[in-house]
Structure formats: C-alpha cells, structure tokens
C-alpha cells in the first residue's frame, strides 16, 4: 500500500499522543516543549494545549531524556524523509 502525502496543517494536528487520557497533537507536544521545556515562545494558532494534560510529559524519561523530546525528534525524522522536504531542498539547490 502506498502512503498519501499528508499537509503540513494536517500533519501537525494529528492526534498522536494520549497523555493523562487526553489526546494531543503534534502541535501541542512543540507548543508545550517550546513554552515549558525549551525556553522559547511558539505559538501557531491561539488555542492553547492543556497545560496540566501535557504537563505529565515531564514525568517521563527514556534515557534520562524527557518523553516530548523523543517525540520531537521522531517529528524531525518524519519530516526528513518526506517528499516534501526532499522536492523542497532540491528546489533551493536549483535556485542557488
């Protein structure tokens, strides 16, 4: 079976996690390490994530690593091996 090419807006608000049993997208899972976690601001839309649902991410580790940086970093991978990303570099090469 051949994969479909997802949106980018599609993409990031997946639901792919169910944390406290509250379901989070890929969105809410950058928004909380940006804003909790990383020391950064990121906001893509005004609707906040659950603060205290996606809070418990700090609970767990794999590897003395929080959970939500595996998770992000699975979305780095996801996106590198996309289509998009690899027609998108091509093109930058071809114009620079």
């Known amino acids: 079976m051949e994969e479909a090419p997802t949106p980018l807006y599609t993409y990031l608000f997946q639901k792919t996690a169910i944390v ?3 379901p989070a ?5 950058v928004q909380f390490v940006a ?9 893509i839309v005004h609707q906040k994530p659950s603060d ?6 700090r609970k767990f580790e794999v590897m003395n ?4 940086m595996h998770e992000l970093l ?4 996801q996106l590198e091996r996309s289509e998009s990303a690899h ?8 114009k620079g």
Request: net charge negative; aromatic share 6%.
């Open 25 to 29: 997208s890929r969105n809410d899972i």
């Open 35 to 43: 804003n909790k976690l990383g020391g950064a601001h990121y906001d």
């Open 65 to 68: 690593r929080k959970a939500a």
């Open 74 to 77: 699975s979305y780095g991978q």
């Open 52 to 57: 205290k649902a996606l809070d418990a991410i």
């Open 87 to 94: 027609e998108l570099l091509q093109s930058i090469d071809e």
């Open 20 to 22: 406290e049993g509250v």
